[in-house]
């Protein structure tokens, strides 16, 4: 039996120990006991950047980046990128269309030249006889 009612009404009994407004005050106490003791949400930890980025783009060395050397950083991260696939593909692109086939990912994987560089391959290189 749910509290106070009888099939699918109030129950008088109860409707005489509780007006109208205690009857709304039990309904929400659920609510308000469980914001009462509900646990504020932590803090969002700031994300801090690595001191060799703060090094180079913080440029009033406020230990912060502003738009434009947030912006900075942002071109020349950009700007390796391209410079990455340029020469991913002047390596790889055997038939010279511009982009990799399945083929040449394949090779260039093997090769150890992925999207990190290429530094696994160049490792392997180094320490095979």
């Known amino acids: 039996m749910t509290a106070g009612l009888v099939d699918g009404r109030m129950n008088t009994s109860f409707c005489k120990r509780f007006p109208t407004r205690g009857r709304l005050v039990l309904l929400a106490f659920p609510l308000i006991v469980t914001a009462a003791f509900a646990e504020e ?14 090094r180079k783009y913080d440029a009033d060395r406020d230990g912060r980046l502003s ?20 020469r991913r593909l002047e390596r790889f692109d055997a038939n010279h269309d511009g ?21 696994a ?9």
């Open 121 to 129: 391959a160049s490792a392997a290189k180094e320490t095979s006889p």
């Open 99 to 119: 982009k990799l086939d399945k083929a040449e990912k394949a090779e260039a994987a093997k090769a150890g030249n992925t999207k990190s560089g290429g530094k």
């Open 41 to 54: 949400p932590a803090p969002e930890k700031a994300k801090t950047l690595p001191a060799a980025i703060l």
């Open 67 to 86: 738009e434009t050397e947030r912006a900075a950083w942002k071109e020349d991260v950009q700007r390796g990128r391209a410079e990455a696939q340029a």
